[in-house]
């Protein structure tokens, strides 16, 4: 079984940074893939971004300023967000990928005008 951990969620002013980390319960290498998400209130989930062992990609609205990158070694995902805006205010959940799909409970990034 995977759980996954998210930890780095807070209370920012707009234009501030805050670094979101997702901690797996087994070595993330044998995962497809791995991503952010964000769900704020009244909207749909979306991906914010994603990165296989090679690759990574990234919503049109964060590139740019978010940077997604992983640690093997620590089985960690991050999500570096800087310049952040009040439309970046979401619950950002963890996710993995291989024949599952597994998912953080979220942590919540609301950020100040």
């Known amino acids: 079984q995977v759980q996954l951990v998210e930890s780095g969620g807070g209370l920012v002013q707009a234009g501030g940074s805050l670094r979101l980390s997702c901690a797996a319960s087994?070595?993330?290498?044998?995962?497809?893939?791995m991503g952010w998400y964000r769900q704020a209130p009244g909207k749909q989930r979306e991906l914010v971004a994603s990165?296989?062992?090679?690759?990574?990609n990234y919503a049109d609205s964060v590139k740019g300023r978010f940077t997604i990158s992983r640690d093997n070694a620590k089985n960690t995902v991050y999500l570096q967000m800087n310049s952040l805006k009040p439309e970046d205010t979401a619950v950002y959940l963890c996710?993995?990928?291989?024949?599952?799909?597994?998912w953080g409970q979220g942590t919540q990034v609301t950020v100040s005008s």
């Open positions: 990165i296989t062992n090679t690759r990574a």
């Open positions: 087994r070595n993330i290498f044998s995962f497809n893939s």
């Open positions: 996710n993995a990928k291989n024949y599952y799909i597994y």
